[in-house]
């Protein structure tokens, strides 16, 4: 049996501005945007090219209609994998995102990545899109 992650739920307090970012900066597809009611709204939106979507949720607050605990901003760790992160952080870049250097996640610390590093399909986090791989060097 196959079992896969196909939603990650993402709470949000502006639908608008995380659709504006995801879609507009990262370049995500929006699959849909559903208004509940005033004060409930999910967007499904899917990176290129992945099996999995993140749901923009707004409405599900301990405050919200719905109560499942999760406040905006308190989802982190997210990883998105891509073949070659140093095109990848340059895509952004030119999108208009503000992202870090390239460093390489050790066990103990972090370190400038440099051209000799491998950072081909490694993950990078998009928790205040800081690219932290956790790749590997070829030192």
Known sequence: MNW?????????????RAIGFYADKLGFNID???????EVRFAQLTPPGSGCSI???KGITPGGRRRLGME?????????????VRIARAELL???VDVSE????????????????????????ISRIRMATSGRSSR
């Not at 896969?4 to 608008?16: A, F, G, Q, R």
């Not at 849909?32 to 005033?38: A, E, G």
């Not at 103990?108 to 993950?123: C, F, H, S």
Request: zero cysteines.
């Open 32 to 38: 849909h945007d559903t208004n509940v009611s005033p």
């Open 102 to 125: 390239l460093e390489i996640a050790g066990l103990n610390d972090t370190r400038p990545a440099d051209d000799d590093d491998d950072l081909n399909n490694v993950g990078f986090s």
């Open 55 to 57: 749901v923009l949720a």
């Open 4 to 16: 896969t992650l196909e939603v990650v739920l993402v709470p949000v307090s502006d639908v608008d």
């Open 94 to 96: 030119e999108r208009g």
């Open 72 to 84: 905006p901003g308190s989802l982190h760790g997210l990883q998105l994998v891509v073949n070659d």
